[in-house]
């Protein structure tokens, strides 16, 4: 069984900004960088003209983890982000992102679609989330949805606008 996703967030920038930031190698080379000390570390990082394929992983603490979760969680718990960006193209480029862990059966995949809107730009996401583990699968999924997901994603979109102003 999985949980659909559907989330979307307003860029303060426009979307050819927002997508230039996404697909920029120095963008995710300071990310990294940045939060290195949290355990953060670049899998891949491949890109051409206004594209990119990006994976970035990174150990979690379980005991940071609701007791439900942890319980559940065996050996070393690690997540592992992918992004892949398409070029921009007509007001807008479409993506795909996936979730995996070590430590836990947690997978989300999905689409996304970076589009103009007026001065600032939408980030569409639609996706599932799956939480193998019989019994507690599903309110897992629900704790991801919302307490894991949402969140990273809120401090992308931080991160990524503070790229654009930086490098406008």
Do not use: C
Not at 101 to 126: R, Y
Not at 142 to 154: E, F, K, N, S, T
């Amino acid at each position: 069984m999985s949980r659909r996703i559907e989330l979307t967030l307003t860029y303060n920038a426009p979307a050819a900004a927002v997508h230039s930031a996404l697909t920029n190698r120095d963008f995710w080379l300071q990310r990294v960088e940045k939060s290195a000390e949290n355990g953060v570390v670049l899998d891949h990082l491949d890109g051409g003209e206004g594209t990119i394929d990006v994976a970035i992983s990174q150990a979690l603490d379980k005991s940071a983890l609701p007791g439900m979760v942890s319980k559940a969680v065996k050996g070393d718990l690690v997540l592992t982000r992918g992004e892949a960006w398409g070029p921009f193209e007509n007001g807008q480029a479409t993506g795909t992102f996936t979730v995996s862990t070590t430590g836990l059966p947690i997978t989300a995949n999905g689409t996304a679609v970076l589009a103009d809107a007026g001065q600032q730009s939408t980030l569409t996401l639609q996706g599932e989330v799956e939480v193998a583990i019989k019994l507690i699968g599903g309110a897992i999924e629900g704790m991801v949805a919302d307490q894991v997901i949402g969140p990273l994603l809120q401090r992308d979109q931080t991160a990524t606008e503070e790229w654009v102003a930086a490098n406008a």
